[in-house]
């Protein structure tokens, strides 16, 4: 029933009382996560109606309706303060994830644990955590097809400053398993978009020099990730 994707997010959900999953769609996540004991209940919510039906007839075919509570709303707003110990923001843009956490800024101090999975503008959300007292403790990868997702595992926790720019772009290498050899088709997938990035800013009639410097440097730094 899951994508790669979704598998590595549930699997870094462990021990949870309540969880939330913000913008759960079909309601795949909430079915897995009681199903394999992961939580022991789960609110399943979205901003949207048409995808809380359809996570609500996913949730009653699978007889978990007693365990998965559906409820209709934007980011963290269904949910009171200390109602959830975490939270999964999956398959949404990484500014608006970081958007969600700010809106409910209260709320999402008091997790345990969150799980986010940006679809894109991971370094916007890297940074707005490193920013905001959040800290990564783990980064996971997930293949599907051509792409790889990138998928967070945060804790509320002060975080020293990134040591190099480019780890916003990147991820913290010591975050990664750097044995995986998905990690090394996700820094070559990585070069080859920045090395698309210098192609194209050398065609422009602009000064871009400065900007071409930013991500030769970021080029570089990918060697960090090969020991
Ligand atoms: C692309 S789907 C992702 C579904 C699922 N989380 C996944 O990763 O497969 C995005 C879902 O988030 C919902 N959504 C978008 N913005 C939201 C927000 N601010 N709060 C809650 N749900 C939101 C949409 O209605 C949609 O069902």
Redesign the pocket.
């Known amino acids: 029933m899951l ?1 790669e ?2 598998k590595v ?1 549930k699997n870094l959900v462990e021990n949870s009382i309540t969880a939330l ?6 309601g ?2 909430p079915i897995c996560l009681i199903k394999e004991k992961r939580a022991k209940k789960v609110i399943a ?4 109606k ?2 809380l039906e359809n996570a609500e007839k996913n949730i009653r075919l699978n007889g978990l309706s007693d365990k998965i509570e559906l409820r209709l ?3 963290l ?1 269904p949910v009171e303060e200390n109602e959830v110990d975490t939270v ?5 843009g990484g500014i ?1 994830i970081s ?2 956490l700010e809106e409910s800024r209260s709320k999402a101090i008091k997790l345990k644990n969150l799980v986010l ?1 940006p ?1 894109n503008s991971q370094e916007d959300l890297r940074k707005y955590l490193n920013l905001n007292g959040y800290k990564i403790v783990k980064e996971k990868l997930a293949r599907e097809n051509k792409k790889i997702y990138n998928i967070l595992s945060v804790r509320v926790e002060e975080d020293k400053p990134y040591e190099k720019e480019s780890y916003y772009f990147l991820g913290r290498p010591e975050n990664f398993d750097l044995n995986d050899d998905l990690t090394r088709q996700y820094i070559d997938l990585r070069r080859k978009q920045f090395e698309a990035v210098i192609k194209n800013l050398s065609r422009a009639k602009r000064n871009v020099e400065e900007e071409i410097e930013f991500y030769k440097e970021i080029l570089k730094d990918t060697e960090d990730f090969y020991g």
């Open positions: 994508t994707r979704l997010v999953d913000v913008g759960t769609d079909h795949y996540v919510a979205d901003i949207n048409g995808p709303g934007g980011g707003i999964i923001i999956a398959g949404m608006l958007e969600i999975q679809m």
